[in-house]
């Protein structure tokens, strides 16, 4: 049982270049959530996923997209990336009925 | 809107030392309380919870006591150890209503970075 893994760990991008992030749960969670995480502020939130084929905006969701084919994925896309938007990817997942979310380890971006 | 507000860091203690991470919120209804704990290198962790008013959560140590008539979770630890090192967040959730849930965003404050020497 893995919980919740994010690939990649690290990335570099320049300004204007796309990327997307994975997040992949094996607990069966019906909610998923794409956080960013910058200094002093706390955590926010991007996008979130209420279940299979489902997506919503959160607090900070300009310049994202997401998209959820598969309960178990939640992906998080830069189409063109900003240096606004070097900051740390945190995804996480609960069950339906609990509060209680499981995060993913995180991914470092920076963008040039 | 909702917001959580925690004391500014870092804080530095000494091993053995009584920690209190102040944590105060602003919010509508009947929120859920949550401390969670990023240890270095690693994504966030829960810590404990409390879902209603005079609750306590409690784990490792550390406790903390949901008091709505001053709209605060304290977080606090009698004797520090090293391995406590780690970022701290403060964090509420929203019911829809009492006994209900909402899609279940977290509201977060910005961390209290803890570093504990020997």
């Known amino acids: 049982n893995a919980g919740v893994t994010q690939t990649p760990k690290f990335r570099v991008l320049k300004t204007g270049q796309s990327m997307t992030l994975l997040c992949a749960q094996d607990m069966n969670h019906e909610y998923m959530y794409w956080y960013r995480q910058d200094p002093g502020m706390g955590l926010r939130l991007i996008h979130y996923s209420v279940g299979e084929g489902t997506t919503a905006k959160g607090e900070v969701p300009d310049g994202y997209n997401v998209s959820r084919l598969k309960k178990q994925n939640f992906l998080l896309g830069l189409e063109s990336a900003a240096p606004s938007q070097t900051s740390v990817y945190f995804c996480a997942s609960r069950p339906s009925g609990r509060e209680t979310q499981y995060f993913g380890p995180g991914t470092r971006l920076l963008v040039l | 809107g909702d917001s959580v507000t925690q004391m500014e860091g870092p804080v530095t203690l000494s091993e053995e030392a009584f920690l209190t991470i102040n944590c105060t919120y602003t919010a509508t209804g009947y929120p859920s309380l949550f401390w969670y704990v990023q240890y270095p290198g690693e994504g966030l962790q829960l810590l404990l919870k409390a879902t209603k008013a005079d609750d306590k959560g409690s784990n490792k140590g550390f406790e903390a006591t949901y008091r709505k008539e001053t709209t605060s979770f304290h977080l606090e630890k009698g004797s520090v150890q090293v391995s406590d090192s780690a970022v701290y967040f403060c964090?509420?959730?929203?019911?829809?209503?009492?006994?209900?849930?909402?899609?279940?965003?977290?509201?977060f404050g910005q961390g209290t970075i803890l570093t504990v020497h020997p």
């Open positions: 964090a509420l959730s929203q019911k829809a209503n009492a006994g209900g849930t909402s899609y279940g965003k977290l509201t």
